[in-house]
Structure formats: C-alpha cells, structure tokens
C-alpha cells in the first residue's frame, strides 16, 4: 500500500506543479521537482508513467518532441495548445 499513496503523492504534486507554472516543462524539469519535494530516487518511467496518468485524466497536456525517447513538454490544459 505505502507504493500507492506515494504514487498519489507524485500525482498530486505533478499536477499541482503544471496547474501553477505559465510555460510548458519538460519532463527533467519535472523529475527535478519531484526529486526535490516527494521522493528524492523516483526513476524517470515512473515520473512519466505518474504524467501519462494524469495526462489521460485530462487534466494536463504533453506532447514528444524529437524521435526515440525524445523530449516530453507538459502544460496546464487551460493554456492554449502548442500546436495551436
């Protein structure tokens, strides 16, 4: 159980995070927020997994940029979309 709450925690502060700022961050942004204010070793798929869920939630918005892995930007849904 302690895995589930502290996935809610990373959640909640991913969206909080997006909610607040007025540009797109790109997921190292991210993960170096959430290093510093919920767990300090989250790995990166588990931060994208936490914004991927909280992208289908339809509260935020990402998009890849580049090929591969590439670079992710994640916005708050009531700004204007980027491809717009």
Do not use: C
């Not at 993960?31 to 931060?47: G, L, P, T």
């Amino acid at each position: 159980m302690p895995a589930r709450e502290e996935g809610d925690k990373i959640r909640e502060e991913i969206y909080q995070l997006i909610k607040t700022v007025n540009e797109p961050l790109e997921t190292e942004e991210v993960i170096f927020h959430i290093h510093s204010k919920v767990e300090k070793n989250a790995s990166r798929n588990k931060v994208m997994y936490r914004l991927n869920k909280v992208r289908a939630e339809g509260k935020i918005s990402g998009k890849m940029l580049g090929s591969g892995k590439g670079v992710w930007v994640w916005w708050n849904k009531q700004q204007k979309d980027l491809g717009e």
